[in-house]
């Protein structure tokens, strides 16, 4: 079975641009999660989806973080304007509810904003 | 907030010997699911072991095992006959209801030859 996809692998970006990250979870997983790895950290969840409606967006900076789910299946990630501090792994993952097995991850993209 | 203590940032061990991974946990939850990730230089976070909190029996998953004390609230990991491909950060983290993780900050452990 193919795991969670995740694109572009790294990204360098000047302050204030925008950036997109795209995730495609593992087929049939209706869950989906976006954490934020700061190095040196443990990974933190910016927005959790069930299906294409959000769960929990209660740690994302509205201000200039935003996320969709179209559709139940993909998802994308954007930072609009980004900041130096918003440099990090920004991991999804994936997950059947009910079943309560942990998540499965994808390999991250490593941002980096200069 | 729930949190999740891991209080050793480093670890090593000499290959094939065994190691112990601490864990410690804060929650009012009666039952919930616990586990240890995985994260080598390739950042992809894979899960090791799985414990389910009503569950007195340890897991165990070939060399990785867990100690699971729960009302210490206290989750260890030992790896036994180190290898070399077990060098990698290690995550431990609890299931919040609504199957959200909260992990704690890591333990770096590196496996000597």
């Known amino acids: 079975e193919a795991g969670v996809a995740q694109s572009p692998r790294y990204k360098i970006i000047e302050k204030r641009q925008s950036v997109a990250f795209w995730c495609n979870p593992i087929s049939g997983h209706a869950t989906l999660y976006w954490y934020q790895q700061i190095l040196g950290q443990g990974p933190k969840l910016l927005i959790q989806f069930q299906n294409n409606g959000v769960v929990d967006d209660s740690q994302l900076p509205k201000d200039r973080f935003s996320a969709e789910r179209l559709k139940g299946v993909d998802s994308t990630l954007k930072i609009q304007p980004a900041k130096l501090e918003d440099s990090a792994v920004y991991l999804c993952a994936s997950s059947i509810l009910q079943r309560r097995i942990g998540a499965f991850f994808g390999q991250g993209t490593r941002l980096t904003v200069v | 907030a729930q949190t999740v203590t891991q209080s050793q940032p480093e670890m090593s061990v000499q290959e094939a010997e065994t190691v112990t991974l601490s864990c410690t946990y804060d929650t009012s939850e009666s039952n919930y699911y616990l586990f240890w990730y995985k994260q080598p230089p390739s950042r992809q976070m894979i899960l090791v072991i799985r414990?389910?909190?009503?569950?007195?029996q340890n897991a165990t998953e070939n060399r990785f095992s867990v100690n699971f004390q729960k009302a210490a609230k206290s989750f260890s990991l030992k790896i036994s006959d180190s290898q070399l491909g077990d060098t990698a950060m290690y995550f431990c983290?609890?299931?919040?209801?609504?199957?959200?993780?909260?992990f704690g900050e890591g333990t770096q452990l590196t496996v000597n030859p």
């Open positions: 414990q389910e909190a009503y569950k007195q």
């Open positions: 983290a609890k299931e919040t209801s609504g199957s959200r993780l909260t």
